[in-house]
């Protein structure tokens, strides 16, 4: 299942400020990662990936 980093914190139930807060980034990054405007270090998008309990293939991989 192809998800994308906005739906998976939805999915999680938090918002961006709290996502934001518990990874250590703005919230205005966060925003741009989920409108696909920059991209977050790969160290950032796997503790993304484990803070909203999703394999990191959900996002990643396009779905076949």
Same mark, same amino acid.
């Given at each position: 299942?192809?998800?994308?980093?906005?739906?998976?914190? @939805?999915?999680? %139930?938090?918002?961006? =400020?709290?996502?934001?807060?518990? *990874? %250590? @980034?703005?919230?205005? /990054?966060? /925003?741009?990662?989920?409108?696909?405007?920059? =991209?977050?270090?790969?160290?950032?998008? *796997?503790?993304?990936? =484990? *803070?909203? %309990? @999703?394999?990191? /293939?959900?996002? *990643?991989?396009? !779905? !076949?």
């Amino acid at each position: 299942m192809q998800i994308g980093i906005k739906a998976a914190r @939805v999915a999680a %139930g938090m918002t961006q =400020e709290e996502a934001a807060k518990k *990874l %250590g @980034v703005t919230t205005a /990054s966060l /925003s741009h990662w989920e409108r696909g405007r920059r =991209e977050p270090k790969t160290t950032t998008f *796997l503790r993304m990936c =484990e *803070l909203y %309990g @999703v394999n990191p /293939s959900d996002i *990643l991989m396009p !779905k !076949k």
